[in-house]
């Protein structure tokens, strides 16, 4: 029997909803090569998952067969093949999902989601990531702060994911931004740093104004010419503000650490030390990638 | 000299961002006509204006010059000659500012809107509905209640507008239930009142909470199969919720009137209602032609 070849020993997969990102893995851990595109899943009908992946990871593939391990909404019910949320308190992995395929080449495995049933909430992809973070951290007690378009807070302890709440902050401001009459006054680049962090905490002490004080940013622009880069940190805090109240059980007094993109990672940071809270700060996408290492090692024999 | 003609004694105008609605009137203020077209101010230039609203009207002009009055965004510095806000407090009705016009069987006037410097907010098109409001009821002494894309609430008193507020949650409410996330469990027909009047309350009495309880409706549909009527009206129910604890300096203890389209007057009716407040119910047409019919009467000599 000959030798089997192959580039990558395994393939990392982080398929969102938006975007398909992919590494070329050793066996020890090392990325050989990446690549990303925007095949994302609300793109593909379900037979035209593999021919895409397939595509995209041909330069990777040899003659051995090679395990795929991936995560996002890749395994929902409108992705590839649902993957079924597994419900918490659990650990951030279980079980891997195979998923048949027609080539012979790829072994195909998606990692399920977490679910939460007594106050209803979901996460896709996030569990991963608290898996790679975990990898690092594994005696972390407290609260993730994960930052993004739906923002998860969740609450670990014993290596177990306890509770989590999920706020849609990254697409509110996404929405009130582009397609609300807020977008007249809040199209900007840069965002007036001290603005926002005023208003978040003047947010957060009384939130019950917050849906009056959308319209000022409107208003307080065409009567008295406030910089757009003023009326998006306003924007922006607000909605962080609001983020925060809703939050509070979950950062109140604890050991916070925020797992996000740099960017939103900063102003999370900012935010919260202006509540007198220090968190630890990591990188949302090498969490993604170390948690699908994570994976990857419990798949092995 | 030979009679002159012309089948309108006057021409009201509503003249919004989206739609230009005309009536055509006589004398003592009965409707003769009317029309509605989408030639509303934010697809139009400067320029064509006039014209637009000559091809409208034609049918109503004779030889006679024809007064029109108009409200709404057509006075906004991007309509079609800007009639710069008025300061409250004030009267509904000031000064009309006359428009230049080329065509010379039109004498054109279109009714200035409102600010508010120390609370920055403004409105434009509200005023004349209050008008019309005060016309019915000079001696109201309480708050209306303006529901729509931008829900206005008013503190009038001794037949002047003390001060007010506006409140986003028609819009909030359009682009969450079509562009976030939301959309897939809130697009309905009809919506579920109980659930909304439930969460109403609650978000009245938990405002802090409203940025994590959007998420849930949509973990509520996908984990427990919530149906889509239920959804909506949680939707509805935390807008509305989150827009009264915002305005409750404004409803708590007040005579209280509504003033909006007929839907959204029943549904806050219910909302108040459940707070333990009875509101007057006013349809807003109706105040927009009364006020437009007021603004006339101070115009003729």
């Not at 090392?30 to 595509?55: N, W, Y």
Request: charged share 20%; hydrophobic share 40%; aromatic share 6%.
């Amino acid at each position: 029997m000959s030798a089997e070849t192959s580039y990558a020993d395994w393939i990392a997969v982080d398929w969102g909803t938006s975007n398909l990102r992919a590494w070329a893995m050793s066996e020890c851990g090392t990325v050989k090569d990446k690549l990303e595109c925007d095949k994302g899943m609300s793109g593909l009908a379900q037979h035209e998952f593999e021919p895409t992946l397939i595509r995209v990871i041909e330069p990777w593939l040899g003659t051995a067969k090679t395990p795929i391990i991936a995560c996002g909404m890749v395994g929902s019910r409108q992705g590839w093949a649902e993957a079924p949320y597994r419900s918490v308190p659990t650990t951030p992995l279980g079980d891997l999902s195979p998923v048949a395929t027609t080539d012979a080449r790829i072994s195909m495995h998606i990692l399920p989601g977490l679910k939460q049933t007594d106050s209803p909430n979901v996460m896709r992809g996030e569990e991963t990531q608290i898996a790679g973070f975990l990898a690092d951290n594994p005696d972390f007690d407290g609260v993730l702060c994960m930052p993004g378009t739906h923002t998860k807070w969740v609450h670990i302890s014993a290596k177990e994911i306890v509770s989590f709440q999920t706020v849609m902050t990254g697409e509110l401001f996404a929405i009130l931004s582009k397609h609300s009459v807020l977008r007249h006054s809040a199209e900007a680049e840069g965002i007036d740093e001290s603005a926002f962090i005023e208003t978040v905490s003047a947010t957060l002490s009384r939130p019950e104004t917050l849906a009056a004080q959308l319209f000022q940013i409107r208003a307080s622009h065409l009567l008295e010419g406030t910089e757009n880069a003023t009326s998006r940190a306003k924007l922006s805090g607000l909605l962080v503000g609001a983020e925060l109240a809703a939050a509070k059980p979950y950062w109140l007094g604890q050991n916070i650490a925020l797992v996000g993109h740099p960017r939103l990672n900063d102003l999370y940071a900012k935010a919260l030390s202006a509540q007198g809270l220090d968190a630890a700060v990591h990188t949302g996408d090498d969490m993604t990638l170390k948690g699908l290492a994570a994976a990857y090692k419990e798949l092995a024999p």
